[in-house]
Structures are given as structure tokens and as C-alpha cells.
């Protein structure tokens, strides 16, 4: 499970693997974001049971930034278009 936690002295989110902070490979920092966003989606499997189909049209979720939350939605559209992120007030940010 990967977890985001708030470090309110740096105001970026640090990212951990279960309990395990992860670290750069190269650079052994640790793995620190500004935002984070929580797409939730629909995900199943294709015919082979193996491989994953991720449904990433449209959806609700989440954005983070300095400690705080806010709902938003989402919608992709192409795997070539980018994410259009909108508030609960249906305007885009």
C-alpha cells in the first residue's frame, strides 16, 4: 500500500510503502511531492486474467496540498488527451 504523510516544516508529502520510506535510487532522498491526487476508477482484469484494464474516462476523487483536501472530478478522455481536474463547483483548477 502506498501512503503519502504531510510534513507541515517542508509542506511536501513523503511517500511510503507500507511503513517504508521510499528513497531515490540514485540519490537515496526520499520520494517528496507538493500535490497529490487520488483518481478513484474502476479496474479489471483483460481476458488473460493477468493484465489490468484501468478505466481512466472520467471519475471522482481527491486532491492534496499543504495539509489540506478538497473533492474534485476528473476526466481523461484518449490515453493521448491530458486530465482536466474540476472542483465541487464544476470549475477547472
Given at each position: 500500500?502506498?501512503v503519502?504523510?504531510?510534513?507541515a516544516?517542508?509542506?511536501?508529502?513523503?511517500?511510503?510503502?507500507?511503513?517504508?520510506?521510499?528513497?531515490?535510487?540514485?540519490?537515496?532522498?526520499?520520494?517528496?511531492v507538493?500535490?497529490?491526487?487520488?483518481?478513484?476508477?474502476?479496474?479489471?482484469?483483460?481476458?488473460?486474467?493477468?493484465?489490468?484494464?484501468?478505466?481512466?474516462?472520467?471519475?471522482?476523487?481527491y486532491?492534496?496540498v499543504?495539509?489540506?483536501?478538497q473533492?474534485?472530478?476528473?476526466?481523461?478522455?484518449s490515453?493521448?488527451?491530458?486530465?482536466?481536474f474540476?472542483?465541487?463547483?464544476s470549475?477547472?483548477?
Amino acid at each position: 500500500t502506498t501512503v503519502f504523510k504531510y510534513n507541515a516544516e517542508t509542506g511536501r508529502y513523503t511517500r511510503f510503502s507500507g511503513n517504508t520510506e521510499r528513497k531515490d535510487y540514485k540519490t537515496g532522498e526520499s520520494v517528496t511531492v507538493k500535490n497529490v491526487f487520488v483518481l478513484n476508477t474502476n479496474i479489471s482484469f483483460y481476458p488473460d486474467n493477468y493484465c489490468k484494464k484501468v478505466d481512466l474516462s472520467s471519475g471522482s476523487g481527491y486532491y492534496f496540498v499543504n495539509g489540506t483536501y478538497q473533492k474534485i472530478n476528473w476526466s481523461k478522455g484518449s490515453t493521448s488527451s491530458s486530465f482536466t481536474f474540476t472542483n465541487d463547483f464544476s470549475l477547472p483548477f
